[in-house]
């Protein structure tokens, strides 16, 4: 394994290792695939996808050759269906559902719907046009994938449409959360040009509350979308947090996919805190800027680890090395302030918590030193609280309330969705999910806008 | 191990699978190399007055993927001198004697012509003579093949020719492109004909190209039909061949030809009436080397039956086929689903539901688990549903239980006549 790495990670290239790992089909792979799909009628696949895409009809078009009508019919359903051929959790969803998991092998549903999408982006098609106005105005706060999903079905209903981003391009967690080698840049840059095309004015580096008041907002937009999602990584809470060479795992990573790569991490040794998809991303990360050796630590095991299958797999054909009931105990720096090691502790599991995973306790003098040169936290996210509050909207925790029927928050002109209004125990965060959300919000608003239409 | 050997009108191989005149019989070199691959006899590409081919020659239709469901060819008979085709024959005689040469003949529709080129080959050791009247193209509009055989008096008076002066069994070739082929078998029977052999080539556009708007395949921009072989014609091929194997003025043998890729197909042609059968596409396809599982396959098939000849499987299937007018019309079968095996991909409902009868009904257990179930009182037995559906075994066509006696619509129209001239009388 570890020759295998060596030879997949360059160390003077670095470029190189955030290539794209999966190749697209080829043409002819695509016929064979495409071909193999029976075409179920009222298919289980579709009913599968949180965004419900007609997966055989979208299917049968790449075997006809219509793939620009392919693409449309995936895109429609999900307006960042190209961020998600690449990165949903295929086995549990639209494969895992796949009526041939009863007979043969299911469908490369993922694989197939990247090959129509790319089709789509190499070929430069624009997919949808916007809607004829109707005079209304919504402001998006957010431009990740639910707030663009949201823009994209209203500009398609003919509303006015302004998304506010913090960052610099749009696209959120597609754009700068998910690792260069499962997603590139340019695949969520294409997701937000198609929604750009419909004319929704995307106000880059525009962090609501700073560069744009609340108040501005909500005086001059009819509907307002809160969609936001999370926060940086939260504080270990742990002596020596604030030495050079602590990184916050989403920053670490989105670092990655903002121009050139950091030469700091070669043949450097890393711990990674935390065992989920962002944890494992961190590690994988860490490896491809050329770690020399990169551990992953967390307080349980393997059973209570979040992070998918595929990710752990991938992260151990990485050769990322995996310390279990291991905790972070102390960070150790040296006099000019540089992480040198970390200090840990052995944990053993006890009594189920509320969530059903058993309770960590540290074991009293299993306390050692790992000698380090970075730390990378990926132990969650904590919420854009301020915010929330400045919009005086109800809240758990961070967590926006919203009615389950019109979406709406507790400001009936304030909607939410995405991972602002996902709680802890609602299962996966997945890209395709806040599509969907932003797509149901998208809806709501134009049902409530067709109810008062009437009633005028 | 089962005795594969035929005897074809007196020609003998050393099994069934020969291959057909065509591009794989084109030279010596070819012939020889499938022997050695294991083929039992080779039809030698026409042999006629060296013609000129044109460029660009195949194209073949692919289905849902699959390369080669129809294959189609605008080359013409040899383009090689007489001579050189004549010596390449002996050659290949000398060196593979107990293998069958056929050679494929055609030539102009006169009496001297055909003694002329029956005398020479003959002189070379082939076994039997194959009288091309099938090609449909480019010889056709010179008076020759298909244009010949499409006329009953043609192929007589053609087939009588040959048969003046030749001394090895001749078979005549015939054309799909007629409305009934057994008009043109029953005239080359008439003619003399010790075996007949079908089909050659259908006539056929493979395409047109979307960019170019160009036929497929086109010649400097220009298209002519050709001649439609290979899977896609199977059907097509078997139906003519039962016809004419029972058809009781049709009493000689019959060379299969027609879109048999594998030892399966073979063995329908036989049952359904054919001594031996041609191959020509799957091996353009594949190459000679197929013909390993043909003989394999063939030979174990026969070995599990307990047959010990595959002469004996020849025509057994015929008396099976019929008109439809002698089919049992009280006969009834229903579709059953087994619940284990099915996958509930819903193909049978909806192909049912848009298309056939309604019958295939979409449901949910107590457990909330989706089945399908056929309303068995309102299924007609079409079929349907089990040639849609993609797993093996998860739709059965059953037998249903028995109403009324046989009766076929010719014994039903008789009895209604009966009953007609019954009432006359009475009233009367």
Known sequence: MANDKMQ???????????????SGLTNREAVEESNRCLYCYDAPCIKACPTGIDIPTFIKKIASGNLLGSAKTIMSSNPVGASCSRVCPTEELCEGACVLNHSTKPIMIGNLQRYATDWAMVNNQTLFQPGQ???????????????????????RLGYDVTIFE????????????????????????????????????????????????????????????????????????????????????????????????????????????GAGNTAIDGATCSVRLGAENVKILYRRTEEEMTAYDFEYEFAKQDGVEFRWLTAPKRIIGDETGRVTGIECIKMELGEPEKDGRRRPTAIEGSEHVLPVDAVVKAIGQTRHLKLIEEFGIDHNGGVVKVDSETLQTSNPKVFACGDVVFGKGNGDAMVVTAAQQGKDVAYAIHKQFSFVGMSN | MADLRTNLAGIKSPNPFWLASAPPTNSGYQVQRAFEAGWGGAVWKTLGDPILNVSSRFAAVSFNGQRVAGFNNIELITDRPLDVNLKEIYETKKRFPNHAIIASLMVEPKQEKWHEIVKRVEDVGVDGLELNFGCPHGMAERGMGSASGQVPALVERQTYWAKEVAKTPVIVKLTPNITDITATAEAACNGGADAISMINTINSLM?????????????????AHGGYCGPAVKPIALNMVAECARHPRINVPISGIGGISNWKDAVEFMLMGATGVQVCTAAMHHGFRIVEDMIEGLSHYLDSKGIASVSDIIGKSVPRFSDWGNLDLNYNI???????????????????????????????????????????????????CSIVCPVDGAIDMVEATRELAPMTWNERQAALSGVAEFKADIIK
Not at chain 1, 204 to 232: P, Q, R
Not at chain 2, 354 to 367: A, G, K, P, R, Y
């Open chain 2, 207 to 223: 395409g047109v190209d979307l960019d170019s708007w160009n036929t497929i395949p086109h010649v400097a921009g220009k298209g």
């Open chain 1, 166 to 273: 913090g960052s610099e391009k749009a696209g959120g967690l597609n754009t700068y959360g998910i690792v260069s080698f499962r997603l590139p840049q340019r695949i969520s840059f294409w997701e937000v040009e198609q929604v750009e095309k419909l004319n929704v004015d995307i106000r880059t580096n525009t962090f609501v509350g700073k560069d744009i008041s609340v108040e501005e907002i909500t005086e001059n937009f009819d509907y307002i979308i809160l969609a936001v999602g999370m926060a940086h990584v939260p504080n270990l809470g742990v002596e020596g947090e604030n030495l050079e060479g602590v990184y916050d795992a989403i920053e670490f990573v989105k670092a990655t996919k903002s121009g050139q790569l950091s030469e700091d991490f070669v043949g450097k040794r890393v711990v990674v805190i």
């Open chain 1, 133 to 155: 106005a109707n005079g209304r105005t919504v402001a998006v706060i957010g431009g990740g994938p639910a707030g663009l999903s949201a823009a994209r079905e209203l500009a």
């Open chain 1, 8 to 22: 997949r990670i360059s160390l003077s290239n670095l470029e190189k290792n955030f290539l794209e790992v999966e």
């Open chain 2, 334 to 384: 229903v579709a059953q689903i087994n619940k284990d095996v099915c996958i509930n991909c819903n193909k049978c409902h909806i192909a049912c539901e848009d298309t056939s009868h309604q019958c295939i009904d979409m449901l949910t257990d107590e457990n909330g688990k989706s089945y399908l179930k056929v309303r068995e009182e309102d299924c007609v037995g079409c079929n349907l």
